[in-house]
């Protein structure tokens, strides 16, 4: 059976790591059939746009997308291009798992294995009413909370444990000082968890979820919590074990989803030839798991992390000396 996906090799390094993870897909012999569909500056370079109509049709169509890093011009159309794909296709939950990896120099080169659910389309970070006075003293935004946003987002949280035998959710808010939003939350979240008897259920603080994963990040399971918590706090977890060359997240919807990595499109390295493949990869390992093909996921971890043991031609950015394509061969050749 083939499946069509839609692809998008984006700006920067973003063509480089999408030959690279297309190339280990392909060793594997997934069934995978691929359409190319542009964003970001390559678009607004050749169709004027920086997300065309084209685009947005493919990816309504296949429901399924492996995206590369998009630069997002300055002052052109929209804040962010992915801010706007998550808005378009309701993606609700941002997914973001943190592993030890070895031979990353991390703080935890062994000990962390943590996947944060983020709520991806409600709360502060969505900038809703932003105003500032006129003398400039002054500024608000609207913070708002539904039931309808919290109880789907703590429920992928819970199902996501059934699904792959995770034992604890951990619900981080402040509704001991935001009662109101963070309040709703919790409250949902309680109910939710009380569905799932089987699955631990513990609540902590933002704050104090910080200082914990620092000290004892062995502790967490799956976290869940609202977007601008979640958006932090997945940052300080891919630190934790290594940066973001190893960092995937998936946005997720109710009918459609998009693959990619945490990191942008690095101007700095892009046309060199040296960026790390492995968040797209382990971004295109999340898809596996998504589409039912949950085998090839574990298989396509598995080769990475024999690869990393092996130190055979890492990327300079892990102390190696590989190229993307030379490190994307060396995975191939394990899957
Ligand atoms: P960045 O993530 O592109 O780069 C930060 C640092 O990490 C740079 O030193 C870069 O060389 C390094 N780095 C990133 N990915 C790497 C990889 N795979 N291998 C080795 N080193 C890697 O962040 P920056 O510079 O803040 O943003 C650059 C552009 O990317 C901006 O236009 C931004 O809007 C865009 N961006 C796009 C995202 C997306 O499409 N999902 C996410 C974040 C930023
Ligand atoms: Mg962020």
Same mark, same amino acid.
């Given at each position: 059976m083939t499946q069509t996906i839609t692809v998008i090799r984006g700006d920067g390094i973003g063509p480089e790591i999408m030959d690279a993870a297309l190339y280990v897909l392909d060793a594997m012999h997934l069934g995978l059939q691929y359409e190319d569909a542009d964003a970001g500056l390559v678009a607004l370079e050749k169709?004027?746009?920086?997300?065309?109509a084209a685009t947005l049709e493919s990816i309504s169509r296949n429901k399924i997308a492996l995206k590369s890093p998009l630069t997002t011009p300055?002052?052109?159309?929209?804040? !962010?291009i992915n801010v706007e794909l998550r808005k378009r296709f309701d993606l609700y939950a941002n997914v973001r798992p943190a592993k030890s990896f070895p031979n990353?120099? !991390?703080?935890?080169?062994?000990g962390v294995d943590l996947i944060t659910v983020r709520e991806n389309?409600?709360?502060?970070?969505?900038?809703?009413?932003q105003q500032v006075t006129e003398d400039g003293a002054t500024a608000t935004l609207v913070q708002k909370i539904t039931r309808k946003g919290s109880e789907r987002i703590v429920r992928y949280a819970f199902d996501l444990a059934r699904r792959t035998g995770r034992k604890k959710v951990t619900v981080v808010h402040k509704?001991?000082?935001?009662?109101?939003t963070s309040g709703l939350f919790l409250k949902v979240a309680r109910e939710v968890a009380? +569905?799932?008897?089987e699955i631990e259920c513990n609540e902590m603080i933002v704050d104090n979820t910080c200082m914990q994963l620092v000290m004892k990040?062995? +502790?967490?399971?799956i976290i869940v919590t609202t977007n601008l918590f979640g958006d932090i706090i997945s940052d300080l977890c891919a630190g934790l074990v290594g940066?973001?060359?190893?960092a995937p997240g998936a946005n997720i919807g109710a009918d459609t989803a998009i693959f990619e990595a945490?990191?942008? !499109?690095a101007p700095d390295i892009a046309?060199?030839?040296?960026?790390?493949p492995c968040a797209l990869l382990l971004a295109a390992g999340q898809m596996l798991d998504h589409i039912g093909q949950p085998g090839k996921a574990s298989r396509l971890r598995e080769a990475i992390v024999a690869t990393l043991e092996a130190k055979d031609s890492l990327t300079p950015d892990l102390g190696? !000396?590989?190229t993307t394509m030379s490190f994307a061969k060396a995975i191939a050749s394990r899957v």
């Amino acid at each position: 059976m083939t499946q069509t996906i839609t692809v998008i090799r984006g700006d920067g390094i973003g063509p480089e790591i999408m030959d690279a993870a297309l190339y280990v897909l392909d060793a594997m012999h997934l069934g995978l059939q691929y359409e190319d569909a542009d964003a970001g500056l390559v678009a607004l370079e050749k169709h004027g746009e920086l997300l065309p109509a084209a685009t947005l049709e493919s990816i309504s169509r296949n429901k399924i997308a492996l995206k590369s890093p998009l630069t997002t011009p300055v002052g052109e159309g929209f804040s !962010s291009i992915n801010v706007e794909l998550r808005k378009r296709f309701d993606l609700y939950a941002n997914v973001r798992p943190a592993k030890s990896f070895p031979n990353t120099k !991390s703080r935890f080169p062994t000990g962390v294995d943590l996947i944060t659910v983020r709520e991806n389309t409600e709360g502060a970070y969505i900038g809703e009413g932003q105003q500032v006075t006129e003398d400039g003293a002054t500024a608000t935004l609207v913070q708002k909370i539904t039931r309808k946003g919290s109880e789907r987002i703590v429920r992928y949280a819970f199902d996501l444990a059934r699904r792959t035998g995770r034992k604890k959710v951990t619900v981080v808010h402040k509704a001991n000082i935001l009662k109101s939003t963070s309040g709703l939350f919790l409250k949902v979240a309680r109910e939710v968890a009380a +569905q799932y008897p089987e699955i631990e259920c513990n609540e902590m603080i933002v704050d104090n979820t910080c200082m914990q994963l620092v000290m004892k990040p062995e +502790q967490f399971d799956i976290i869940v919590t609202t977007n601008l918590f979640g958006d932090i706090i997945s940052d300080l977890c891919a630190g934790l074990v290594g940066g973001l060359g190893l960092a995937p997240g998936a946005n997720i919807g109710a009918d459609t989803a998009i693959f990619e990595a945490v990191h942008g !499109s690095a101007p700095d390295i892009a046309g060199k030839g040296i960026a790390n493949p492995c968040a797209l990869l382990l971004a295109a390992g999340q898809m596996l798991d998504h589409i039912g093909q949950p085998g090839k996921a574990s298989r396509l971890r598995e080769a990475i992390v024999a690869t990393l043991e092996a130190k055979d031609s890492l990327t300079p950015d892990l102390g190696g !000396s590989g190229t993307t394509m030379s490190f994307a061969k060396a995975i191939a050749s394990r899957v």
